[in-house]
């Protein structure tokens, strides 16, 4: 049987909490395994699934919280971005309102404001990521 050997595909969520139209701040995960640190909410996508319902799925899994698709940020594919294995992942915005709760994977979830984000705390390629959003505000 052919087995194709392609990247893994993983969708990540800057995930913005609101009250009203009051701005929180983004989430971010304690993950609860390697690689130890903060890290976008996100996951792998399953077969049979679209990357938009996959964002939604995990964001609800890590955090609780039902968001909303703003908009796509951008694709990620750089082959060493994860020290695991080669992922590619689809990185949306999404909105969300309420107190996010850790679940899944995660150790812990957080609302961190823009100016308090510990760059120096965040795994994979998500501190470029979360640079490039910042970028395009």
Known sequence: M?????PFLAVDGIVRVWS???FKGI????????????????????????VEEAVL?????ETGLDAKIVKLLG???????????HVVSVVFVLDAEGEPKAGDDAKKVMVFPLEQIPFDKIVFDH?????DYLRCL
């Open 2 to 6: 052919f087995e194709p050997k392609t």
């Open 20 to 22: 009203g139209k009051r």
């Open 27 to 50: 989430v971010l995960i304690e993950r609860h395994y390697e690689p130890y640190g903060f890290a976008l909410p996100g996951g792998f996508v399953e077969v049979g699934e679209r």
């Open 57 to 61: 799925r995990e964001v609800k899994e």
């Open 75 to 85: 694709v990620y594919s750089e082959p060493n971005r994860d020290p695991r294995f």
């Open 127 to 131: 501190a470029k990521i979360l640079e």
